[in-house]
């Protein structure tokens, strides 16, 4: 899972495989969540999002859980490919009846996906 | 294509000297924002605008300035005051910022103090 820190967590996955990347949000309150994936030297693409009345999402190979309870959000890649390989990172949105303004984007830290041939 | 481009790629700056980082985009999207990237480390927002001729301090202003006198452009100065420069810069927008919308990434610029 995502953590604070100069080093991100790395998850290795062999080609073909299916990869689970974990994300712990911090705000109960928070009421949408974007997945985006980065790769080295670019900007963050969107993935996939998901608002918290539902509690999963299906993308193309892409499925994003959300699990209310527990604060926690997952990214889950069928068949995982090399172009794949990305630091991944997920975001909450804090509504403005919490932050006293507008809504607030909130960002993890990240996970580092391997995809090994 | 649409989408947002930031420019430079790579920009260095000198001891003391102000450095501005462009941002255009063509999405016709209302409101844009700045991104810090350091190392290992969640984006922070530095500011951002909702709409043309305003814009509002993000977490980690000091240091920084921006205008918006166009909606396609949101430009970023480094100022001499921002004693550690050095990051990943990213530009972002969104059409409505009021609705859960998903933010669009330029690029980025990479800045570095020599």
């Known amino acids: ?117 | 294509d649409g989408g947002i481009t930031q420019s430079p790629k790579y920009l260095f700056r000198k001891e003391g000297q102000n450095v501005t980082l462009s941002c255009e985009q063509n999405l016709n999207h209302d409101a844009m924002y700045w991104y810090r990237q350091d190392p290992g480390q969640g984006l922070r927002l530095i500011y951002y605008s909702q709409i043309v001729n305003d814009f509002q301090k993000g977490d980690i202003a000091e240091g920084y300035s921006v205008s918006r006198e166009k909606k396609e452009s949101f430009p970023l100065t480094v100022t001499s005051a921002q004693k550690n420069p050095t990051a990943f810069y990213l530009c972002a927008s969104t059409t409505d910022p009021s609705k859960r919308e998903k933010l669009f990434f330029g690029s980025g610029t990479q800045l570095s103090v020599l």
């Open chain 1, 1 to 117: 899972g995502e953590s604070v820190g100069l080093h991100l967590p790395t998850l290795s996955v062999q080609e073909g495989d299916n990869s689970i990347i974990n994300c712990a949000y911090s705000n109960s309150a928070s009421d949408y969540f974007i997945w985006y994936k980065q790769e080295s030297g670019k900007g963050p693409q969107f993935i996939i999002d998901i608002r918290s009345n539902m509690d999963k999402r299906q993308g193309q190979r892409v499925t994003v859980l959300l699990n209310k309870t527990v604060k926690h959000l997952s990214l889950q890649i069928a068949a995982t490919q090399p172009g794949d390989s990305a630091v991944y990172f997920c975001a909450e949105n804090i509504p403005p009846r919490v932050t006293g303004g507008g809504n607030k984007l909130t960002f993890g830290t990240g996970t580092q996906l391997k995809v090994e041939l």
